[in-house]
């Protein structure tokens, strides 16, 4: 994983297909941010989440301490 430095943005990225492998867009898409303090940030699509093209859905976020940060996409 690549370093990321405090106050850098990242973009949490999330790529979704169907049964065949093809993108697709599901229903809901909720994207959840854990800081090293342990606090979680949900983003949901359309409100905090973009969508860029047909089954990638993606956020941008400032990394505003230091440690270890977690994401994942459902």
Known sequence: MPSIYVFETVRITGTF????????????VTI?????????????????VTKSATGIYYT?????EAGQWAAWVK
């Open 60 to 64: 941008d976020i400032t990394a505003d």
């Open 17 to 28: 297909t169907d049964s065949a492998d093809d993108a697709a867009d599901p229903s809901n």
């Open 32 to 48: 959840c941010v854990e800081d090293p303090s342990n606090n979680v940030a949900t983003y949901t699509y359309p409100a905090t």
